[in-house]
């Protein structure tokens, strides 16, 4: 078996993975949340009923919403740890740092499943997890002990070979894979890395490139657990949480893809999105307005001491601002202990507290048209905050190199190396980490609602037909940061899905939120990969406040889909992608028997009642799905099954 393939078999509940893109059903170990995805989670977790989790672990982090110009996110802040307080989970607290840097430094473990209410959960796979992203109903369903359902994926293997030349970084590894593999190359697969290539790569840049597997749509990415990872969980004092894992020397792959990294060359991806890969030195010496360094993707104390050497004893380029957000207080910590620290705030970065910031939107947004070398993971256009923004996903290598030059720099013209060796120990202190209360404490805990957290939009069970107005009509790789923007200004709404409707596509069409009300709802038309990005449910609830009843694309993107799914919305492809082309904004469409078909597994017909155009319709959706649709989403299923089923079969 390939690791990926062990991983599953080791926690498989039902399915069969032989037959890839067929549900499979897989035991969760471990289920994290954010703040930004968890207010909805832990509310949901709250209408299941559950007394308290029954995963192996859950943490609760706050990252995403700290920027707190309101009552809002301080509330909800307060909500998540009464939540936690009640039914039995770890609190992160602000300032403890970014959830994926945290759960990789104090609580992942080789051969351990994971969900997370974020899409980057991926990045455990560093350490030979199976790591996924998940909508924050399936995360509280695994709270809840439930299995998480994902289509069993094919699976890549990344073979590397050679290793990487002073100032090329893990960075440049996923910006490859993502030029040679697109945006929608991953989905369907996860992505297993192997080859004589990882022994020289450290658990952080191994992280790196998982994490940023979810640019790729890729259900998953993971690292053999070697003796990297070991080293790293003892330098973390946790050496009994390692085992090894790796592959079987016969393990079969569906596709295989080799790199070089003696080869690779520092890369960027250009505007706007991460796939737009090019060459730093083919860029051209263009001038640059600020540069951010941090994220769940290059937060890690190694990238941090990388970027310190390039800075010490000089001055960031006047025409620049640099910020710098490590990403956790560990990272924090450390860099103040040895002196690195101060190198930065001498060169004069602005320094950012341990949290996504920038990354998310949460401040820092670049000026008119500024051009802005960020080494995060996404650079969808307005995803800054400003919407005419030029974002470009670099390495910190490549940032740092370019804050103190001021033009875009390809860090090799640095000359020299900047070699890190990894800590033969972390400094270690779980104070901002709240543990479980005991029981007899839990059951006292008062849930704290804030006058911001407004109900769960309501669903009914699917009806006989559907007839609707193609509201809107949008192309392909449509992020969820357009269908629900993130940033500053509405993410303090993240639990308040009537405030959050108003703004729903308000970047391609400022007028869809009126449109769709006046129209008492609607059909949504997409091109290829549909949903793409974060794993946000809001990309769904919203649209169910809306009134969308479908959502009719080429194709989509793995977690949106089951999100949709379990809002009770149906996530519909042309059977014949041409179809795409008979369907206006604004035609009548209907979809006859819809009920019958999702009740059989029948054929989708569509009938465009203006043009007269009738074509079929197909879908991925398994048995239970199409269960889910029927019952009017998720929650309401569930209940439905704890309704009818005898005790102890739910
Ligand atoms: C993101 O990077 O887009 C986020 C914010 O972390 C999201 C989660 C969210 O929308 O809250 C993600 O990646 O899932
Ligand atoms: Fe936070 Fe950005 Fe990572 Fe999302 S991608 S979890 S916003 S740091």
Known sequence: MNLIEKLIASHLLEGDMARPGSDIALRIDQTLTQDATGTMAYLEFEAMGMPRVKTELSVAYIDHNTLQSGFENADDHKFIRSCARKHGLRFSRPGNGICHQVHLERFGAPGKTLIGSDSHTPTGGG??????????????????????????PKVTLVRLLGELQPWVSAKDVILEVLRRLSVKGGVGRAIEYGGPGIAGLSVPERATITNMGAELGATTSVFPSDEVTKAFLAAQGRAEDWT??????????????EIDLAQLEPLAACPHMPDNVQ??????????????IGSCTNSSLRDMLKVAAILKGKTVAPNVSLSIAPGSKQVLTMLAQNGALADMIAAGARILECACGPCIGMGQSPGSGGISLRTFNRNFEGR???????????SPETAAASALRGVFTDPRELG????????????????????????????????????????LPATTPLPEHRKAEAVLKVGDNITTDHIMPAGAKLLPYRSNIPYLSQFCFAQIDPDFAGRCQAAGGGILIGGANYGQGSSREHAALVPLYLGIQAVIAKSFARIHTANLVNAGILPLTFANPEDYDNIRQGDLLELPEIRRAMQTGGPVTL???????????????SERQRGILLAG?????????????????H
């Open 416 to 455: 020299g190396t900047a070699e890190i060796p990894a800590p033969a120990a972390f400094f270690v202190d779980d104070n901002m980490i709240e543990l479980p209360v005991p029981e007899d404490e839990m059951e006292r805990v008062a849930i704290a609602y804030g006058p911001n957290i407004k109900p």
């Open 127 to 152: 350490i030979g997890m199976l790591a996924m992203g998940a909508g924050g109903l399936d995360v509280a369903v695994a709270m809840g002990g439930g299995a998480y359902h994902i289509p069993m």
């Open 279 to 292: 060459p730093v030195r083919g860029i051209g010496k263009i001038a640059i307005d600020q540069v951010c």
């Open 607 to 621: 009938h465009n009642r203006t043009t007269g155009a009738s074509f079929a319709l197909a879908h991925t959706l």
């Open 633 to 649: 989403g998720l929650l309401a299923w569930t209940k439905q099954r704890n309704e009818t089923l005898p005790a102890g079969e």
């Open 384 to 394: 800054s905050g400003t919407a005419d923004g030029q974002v470009y996903l670099v």
């Open 244 to 257: 090894a894992l790796s592959a079987d020397d016969d393990a079969e792959y569906d596709s295989v893809i």
